[in-house]
């Protein structure tokens, strides 16, 4: 059935803030669910230990980790909880793994990468390609509606290369890329694909199986949980890998690849996120009889709600005197796009926009959002970026309508 905002909004403490903020910052971080809090002050209070010790508190530190472990291969749908890594956030994550992933490049060899990602999945790479003497070659997108350029990229595959780093959808512009195309494309020329699922997460159900990707990252803190990251890596690839560590880690996966003492307390707050979504999946799905299943129904509600709210967005920015939205804007190609919405308003610096928004108690984003590529790309990071509004599915029309209310009011 159809979720319930009010009941949604109750699992989140932030939400019951006195000042009546409306959160539309949450593509740069949503806000926590009570059962994420829940389980990192439970962590630090019943299992504040460091790992393999062989004390009470140790063991009980693991059995949590390895839980973890086990609930992000369900919602990534890997086939074992080996294949999962954690780290400090996507960006750490994938700056780790490039300069393992590089060492088995060769002078000579190409890598792509994209102009519609996230910063965090180029730069690693193109400093990964140029310790290597590795050619990066990239890939455009379309400004008009700021999708992938599919032609671009099979051009930038003709050589064969090692890697393609592409995004599940844009931080900036919201298009989700048409990844069961991306993948084979890649793969018929040779290449492993790394998937940055940040923007995604939030919003849809993954299946690192199913797209059959080699490596796929997302960071918690943009869908309920804390600030950490989660990669996964097909595990005969990550375990044949060998990952910069000190000499007493383990050698084995993933423990090689978690190097030093983890925040453990913070993969504690991960269960805890996907706990709350297991919680949405039991109370709005179908009756799912395993964690996979509900995590599944859980981020298809989530999805369907946001089509609705996403439109009503879409709705007061076209209607907005000297507004321009990017990316995406026709209803019917709504399914290839999140709720993350960037816009120019004529005659305003978007700072300013975002500062007379927040006057009002509406939280949104400015400037590049560290897809520096993207507005470089449209003429726009010499003049402030974008304002971005992001809608989740804590998010309500009456929000929305208010978000309208004060737009129109800017002068």
């Known amino acids: 059935m159809p979720l319930t905002p009010s009941q949604i909004r ?39 230990a460091n790992h393999g010790g062989a004390f009470a ?65 180029v730069t690693p790479w193109v400093l990964a390609a140029q310790d290597r003497g590795v050619t990066v070659r990239w890939v455009d997108f379309d400004p008009e509606d700021g999708t992938l350029d599919l032609d671009s990229l ?26 069961e195309k991306i993948i084979p494309m890649a793969h018929a020329a040779g290449a492993q694909v790394y998937v940055d699922a940040v923007q995604f ?81 039991q109370t709005f799905g179908t009756g799912a009889d395993s964690r996979k299943g509900r995590l599944n ?14 439109e009503a967005v879409m709705d007061i920015l076209e209607n907005l005197p000297g507004c321009r939205v990017y990316g995406i804007t026709d209803r019917d190609r709504f399914a290839d796009r999140v709720p993350t919405f960037s816009f120019t308003l004529e005659g305003h610096h978007p700072r300013t926009v975002a500062e007379k928004l927040a006057a009002e108690n509406i939280y949104v984003w400015d400037g590049n959002y ?3 590529n993207v507005t470089e790309r449209l003429g726009l990071e010499g003049k402030g970026g974008m304002v971005r509004v992001g809608p989740v599915h804590y998010n309500t029309l009456e929000e929305v309508a208010r978000l309208g209310d004060v737009l129109k009011k800017i002068e």
């Open 370 to 372: 560290y897809a520096l």
């Open 154 to 179: 099979a051009r930038a595959l003709e050589n064969k290369p090692r890697l393609l780093a592409v995004g599940y959808a844009s931080n900036a512009l919201g298009t989700i890329n048409p990844l």
């Open 201 to 281: 997460a939030a919003h849809g159900v993954i299946d690192v199986q199913k797209l059959g990707c080699e490596y796929l990252v997302s960071s918690s803190y943009k869908w309920w949980g804390p600030h950490a990251g989660i990669l996964y890596g097909r595990y005969d690839l990550i375990d044949a890998l060998t990952p910069y560590k000190v000499r007493p880690a383990t050698d084995t996966t993933p423990g090689k690849w978690e190097t030093g003492t983890q925040n453990h307390e913070g993969i504690a707050g991960i269960l805890g996120a996907l706990e709350y979504l297991e919680w949405v999946g």
């Open 10 to 48: 109750a699992q989140f403490p932030a939400l019951q803030r006195a000042n009546d903020a409306i959160f539309f910052d949450n593509p740069g971080g949503t806000q926590v669910a009570q059962s994420t809090i829940d389980r990192i002050t439970r962590y630090l209070v019943e299992s504040n």
């Open 297 to 310: 129904e859980a981020m298809t509600i989530i999805n369907a709600y946001e089509q609705t709210i996403g």
């Open 57 to 121: 508190t140790s063991a009980a530190s693991d059995a949590v980790l390895d839980e973890a472990h086990a609930a992000c291969a369900d919602f990534y749908n890997a086939a074992r909880p080996e294949e999962i890594i954690f780290g400090n956030n996507m960006t750490t994550l994938t700056l780790h793994f490039s300069r393992a992933l590089s060492r088995t490049w060769n002078p000579g060899d190409e890598i792509v990468v994209t102009r519609l990602d996230h910063d965090a999945n």
